[in-house]
Nanobody, 127 residues
């Protein structure tokens, strides 16, 4: 079992920055591919970005590419989502997720492929 807890959400003005953290319990964090997803009211959960087990590889949704950066610290069992140049359309509940599968583009953008989820943290960007 892996338990994930997100933190760092809040209210920020457009153009501002936030850094989200997701801390995992259990000993399998370093062998888990991690993903960030978000869900706005009335919309489906959407892929934001992902990072491989080692942290050497990342991938992002086109909507956040160049503005968001994912990193991880396996010694701290934590994955981060640095969000810069925030826009009102980034407003959503942000979730981190973990999967024990080998990191491959064929699946890592699909939320159904992740095994464990946090409860989410709210990010609100005002215009």
């Amino acid at each position: 079992q892996v338990q994930l807890v997100e933190s760092g959400g809040g209210l920020v003005q457009a153009g501002g920055s936030l850094r989200l953290s997701c801390t995992a319990s259990g000993q399998t964090f370093s062998t888990s591919a991690m993903g960030w997803f978000r869900q706005a009211p009335g919309k489906e959960r959407e892929f934001v970005g992902t990072i491989s087990r080692s942290g050497a590889s990342t991938d992002y949704a086109d909507s956040v590419k160049g503005r968001f950066t994912i990193s991880r610290d396996n010694a701290k069992n934590t994955v981060y989502l640095q969000m810069n140049s925030l826009k009102p359309e980034d407003t959503a509940v942000y979730y981190c997720a973990a999967s024990g599968r080998i990191w491959l583009r064929s699946w890592y953008r699909r939320h159904s492929e992740y095994d464990y989820w946090g409860k989410g943290t709210q990010v609100t960007v005002s215009s």
